[in-house]
């Protein structure tokens, strides 16, 4: 199981980003996916989750209606569309895979997002 973050980067306030995060080694299509980002000196927290088909999705108060979570199962993988971005969600941001494969917990290397002018 490999998940792999790319598209973080120095944006100023305001500006967008969009992350995406490529799986592999498992059945991609059948399980929830999830965002989580980690601030420095704080601890993770969870940004969005989508569900295995993609119509099901939710998000943290800090992010709705500025964030938006999706995937592509033919591709296997997952996106984070931030806009509006602050200089609050600056961060690490994490993609994981909702619940456990064989006892496992899995999570990305992350990408650093950071907004600033």
């Known amino acids: 199981v490999q998940l792999v973050e790319s598209g973080g980067g120095l944006v100023q306030p305001g500006g967008s980003l969009r992350l995406s995060c490529a799986a592999s080694g498992f059945t991609f299509s059948t399980y929830f996916m999830s965002w989580y980002r980690q601030a420095s000196g704080k601890e993770r927290e969870l940004v969005a989750t989508?569900?295995?088909?993609?119509?099901?999705?939710s998000y943290a108060n800090s992010v709705k209606g500025r964030f938006t979570i999706s995937r592509n199962n033919a591709e296997n993988t997952v996106f984070l569309q931030m806009n509006s971005l602050k200089a609050e969600d600056t961060a690490v941001y994490y993609c994981?895979?909702?619940?456990?494969?064989?006892?496992?917990?899995?999570w990305g290397q992350g990408t650093q997002v950071t907004v600033s002018s």
């Open positions: 994981t895979i909702v619940g456990f494969i064989r006892g496992r917990k899995y």
């Open positions: 989508i569900s295995n088909g993609g119509g099901t999705t």
